[in-house]
């Protein structure tokens, strides 16, 4: 998993950090961490990128994202988005959520 912060949507990134393996070994606790690290850094925004082959998303992407977006609430740095990308397309976590709200 890629993770990147930005002080400035409109910038460069200030800070990209890959976690090996991250979502192989995703869970609560885990998940708190990354919270943690995201909301320490001085930034405003934050984008995961997770590599899969197909592109597509699988349950724990969905989980993380859910659970990312209520423990990053109340924190100074805003989840723009986890996306999944890899060969045979992309998949983006704000999109999906969003169309589940669309009338």
Do not use: C, K
């Amino acid at each position: 998993m890629w993770v990147v912060l930005f002080d400035d949507l409109d910038g460069e990134p200030i800070l990209a950090f890959a976690v090996q393996e991250a979502m192989a070994h995703m869970d609560l606790e885990m998940t708190r961490n990354l919270a943690s690290i995201i909301d320490q850094v001085p930034a405003n925004a934050a984008l995961l990128a997770v590599p899969r082959h197909d592109g597509s998303p699988d349950r724990g992407d969905r989980q993380l994202w859910r659970d990312l977006q209520v423990l990053l609430s109340d924190g100074s740095t805003q989840l723009l988005d986890l996306v999944v990308v890899g060969h045979g397309g992309y998949w983006s976590a704000r999109r999906d959520s969003e169309d589940l709200f669309a009338a």
